[in-house]
């Protein structure tokens, strides 16, 4: 079956950098853009970035554009997102997923950034 495994969070200052990783199985990783999302208790999912197929495109929400990078192994079928100069509002669960609404996500791991 599909599964997504993400890893990497954990607790930072303002301004650390941490690196997601999302180790996938049971899908032809290749054949599907994938996707991070980040939610916080008591709000609803949010589009983070995207990357394609072949990593020549991507997207980001704007307030994380030029501190994330998302990236992708597509020989290790896993998904990266590189966060930078992180802010306390960027404290959430990040998933990644193979839908932009996280229909299809892992279970999630918890960033939390404090001043």
């Known amino acids: 079956q599909v599964q997504l495994v993400e890893s990497g969070g954990g607790w930072a200052h303002r301004g650390d950098s941490l690196r997601l990783s999302c180790a996938t199985s049971g899908f032809l990783f290749t054949a599907y853009s994938m996707y991070w999302v980040r939610q916080v208790p008591g709000k609803g999912l949010e589009w983070v970035s995207t990357?394609?197929?072949?990593?020549?495109?991507?997207y980001y929400k704007d307030s994380v554009q030029g501190r994330f990078t998302i990236s992708r192994d597509n020989a290790r079928k896993t998904l990266y997102l590189q966060m930078n100069n992180l802010k306390p509002e960027d404290t959430a669960t990040y998933y990644c997923?193979?839908?932009?609404?996280?229909?299809?996500r892992g279970q999630g791991t918890q960033v939390t950034v404090s001043s």
């Open positions: 990357i394609n197929q072949d990593s020549s495109v991507k």
């Open positions: 997923a193979r839908d932009q609404w996280g229909n299809l």
